[in-house]
């Protein structure tokens, strides 16, 4: 068999001996992730996890070349689907989206999370992402003729092959080999803290390299490195995520295709490490892919941080015609606690009982404050109408 055939085709897999620059990104990625969130309460952090998930897969589908609007993703979330079968897909896309990565925080707060990189948890990446997409959805072109992707299945067969870009995936009669070494190299049990975080970025790119699945891998991708960066401790609870990163840049919207591109690079020379790939590509994809998860950090620290969180509050009320002044204080109250009883709102308003529930009703007319129960405690709330006041450049001027 042809080296281009055999799994060790993906070596280098790992950075065994990482540049300076990455050891250095590493411990200021470790650092900035441990206190992303740690003012709020933990009510208010998940009810900020929703929107950074809805935030992910609006930046996932503009990554594929799909232009899915934050209010349109809502309404999705809400069962609201547009009659047009085109966008009505793009919503179930990003739902579907929300919903796995909601899975994947939810098993990493219960400490259950599987190991990211192993093909059985990839495998059900892909089965759930998929499992409720109409036939269109999972019908893909392929030269003259047409296949229809099982949701899970890896390629197996000739016709599910396909260029991507200049790279040539492996065939598809040796993708659950490259798989299985896939899972070798990247399981993170052995790691420390430093090798899982590294072992993320490498990961990213040689997963597409390898391109398992007929359709649907640079989702994959990115939800599983997602769970990497949960099972490598710095998934900040949800609070952050790569996708937004890698579909903007450092400086520029096209870093992400030039920089797995460029990954893509065989050795140049005996100077390059001892694999068929670049080891100084892999070095510097690492290195971006790092810098990108840093930025992002770093960019929700600032946005979710509680004096600026209440500032933004405090103006929202007050450019809001709808809103009573006193409307802040239930805000502010759930900012601090995370929620409060609805028995509360006069102590908290210090206004009459009537009056009080009236701001209270105007707070959840809104959708700033909801509940579980149509009486039970109140928690704060992000509408996307609301996002160009409380969190600015969290989504392009679209």
Same mark, same amino acid.
């Given at each position: ?73 809502? &309404?999705? =979330? !809400? ?5 047009? *079968? /085109?966008? @009505? ?6 739902? $579907?989206? #929300? &919903?796995? =990565? !909601? ?5 990493? *707060? /219960?400490? @259950? ?6 093909? $059985?948890? #990839? &495998? ?275």
């Amino acid at each position: 068999m042809a080296l281009s055939e055999t799994p060790q085709r993906i070596e280098p897999a790992r950075l065994d001996e990482p540049s300076e620059a990455v050891n250095d990104v590493v411990a200021e990625l470790s650092a900035a992730s441990a206190v992303l969130g740690q003012k709020l309460h933990p009510q208010t952090a998940a009810n900020l996890a929703s929107l950074v998930r809805l935030m992910n897969a609006y930046y996932s589908n503009l990554i594929e070349g799909h232009n899915t609007l934050p209010r349109d993703i809502e &309404r999705a =979330q !809400a069962g609201e689907f547009d009659d047009d *079968s /085109e966008r @009505r897909n793009l919503q179930l896309e990003a739902s $579907a989206h #929300i &919903r796995v =990565q !909601a899975d994947i925080d939810r098993m990493a *707060s /219960e400490d @259950r999370l599987s190991e990211p990189a192993s093909v $059985a948890f #990839i &495998r059900q990446l892909h089965q759930q992402f998929y499992r409720d997409g109409p036939q269109d959805m999972l019908r893909i072109q392929r030269g003259n003729g047409q296949i229809i992707m099982q949701p899970g299945a890896f390629r197996s067969l000739p016709e599910h092959d396909n260029v991507v870009g200049r790279h040539h995936p492996p065939s598809s009669d040796q993708i659950s080999a490259f798989m299985d070494y896939f899972e070798s190299r990247y399981t993170t049990e052995r790691m420390g803290k430093s090798g899982r975080i590294i072992a993320m970025a490498a990961a990213h790119h040689r997963f597409n390299y390898i391109h398992p699945f007929p359709d649907g891998n640079g989702r994959v991708s990115r939800l599983m490195s997602h769970a990497m960066a949960h099972k490598a401790g710095i998934g900040a609870h949800g609070l952050w995520s790569v996708s937004r990163g890698l579909a903007r840049g450092l400086k520029s919207r096209s870093e992400y295709k030039s920089m797995m591109d460029m990954a893509d690079t065989p050795r140049q020379g005996d100077l390059d490490g001892r694999g068929n790939l670049s080891q100084r590509a892999l070095n510097d994809f690492v290195l971006w892919f790092l810098e990108i998860a840093l930025d992002q950090v770093r960019f929700m620290t600032d946005l979710f941080e509680l004096d600026t969180l209440a500032r933004r509050l405090k103006r929202l009320v007050e450019q809001h015609e709808g809103l009573k002044p006193e409307a802040l204080l239930l805000l502010e109250e759930a900012l601090i606690r995370g929620s409060f009883e609805r028995g509360e709102i006069t102590r908290i308003t210090r206004l009459p009982e009537r009056s009080a529930r009236r701001v209270l009703s105007d707070l959840v007319d809104t959708g700033l404050l909801a509940s579980l129960t149509p009486k039970g405690a109140v928690s704060l709330r992000f509408p996307v109408k609301f996002l160009d006041v409380l969190f600015p450049r969290l989504f392009p001027e679209t």
